[in-house]
């Protein structure tokens, strides 16, 4: 065992691996120290180590701290955005479903990436570069919750954009509590659907 509990990630030293394989394998590895030990502690240099590859290649996928950074908060999100787009392919058009589907997605993503998510967001405030990215992807979120929502409401564009910008606020708060264990997550996401299906319904 390392002495930093963290593990090589699919690959250890001496092991070659194509470009994207590698880039991977250090995002995977990059995750893991900010699991054991918190984003602080979350250097180009030590991913490297602990990925057991030199520290020019880490910096040749990266080039920053803060672009690593915001390399895995983008691939959370993204994860998030994948596993929402397929669930609704697969779920019948009813209000009541979506918003259910919609809600735990929402708030298993929070859960399942536990401390992490905050963590390399935490590490990022005030970073310019950080807000822009949020507000892409947030942008993006709200752009599909009202895709997926617009046939079941009689709001206008601009409202139903506005209330899916809350939805995105609430599953932010009501996650936090699922990770402080005040609440379990088929609670937390039978009161996010609530919220969805009143304010969708223009109540």
């Not at 250090?26 to 180590?49: F, I, N, Q, S, Y």
């Not at 996650?175 to 009143?198: F, K, P």
């Amino acid at each position: 065992m390392r002495k930093d509990n963290v593990r090589p990630a699919q690959a250890g030293p001496g092991k070659k691996l194509a470009k994207a394989e590698r880039r991977e394998q250090l995002l995977e590895t990059a995750m893991e120290v900010v699991r054991a030990k918190g984003a602080d502690a979350l250097t180009l240099a030590h991913v490297a180590e602990c990925a057991g590859v030199s520290k020019p290649v880490a910096y040749e996928h990266f080039g920053t701290r803060s672009n690593l950074l915001v390399t895995l908060y983008r691939r959370i999100d993204e994860r998030q955005i994948r596993v929402l787009r397929e669930a609704l392919e697969q779920t019948p058009p009813r209000l009541e479903t979506i918003a259910e589907v919609i809600s735990h997605a929402a708030l298993n993503c929070h859960a399942s990436t536990g401390p992490e998510w905050h963590a390399i967001s935490a590490a990022l405030k005030g970073s310019e570069e950080m807000e822009a990215v949020q507000r892409e992807l947030i942008d993006r979120c709200i752009r599909l919750y009202c895709e997926t929502l617009a046939p079941y409401t009689v709001l206008s564009d601009t409202d139903l954009q506005l209330r899916c910008a809350g939805f995105i606020g609430a599953a932010e708060s009501i996650s936090a509590e699922v990770i402080r264990g005040r609440v379990g997550l088929e609670q937390a996401t039978a009161n996010l659907a609530a919220l969805v299906i009143s304010g969708v319904s223009g109540d």
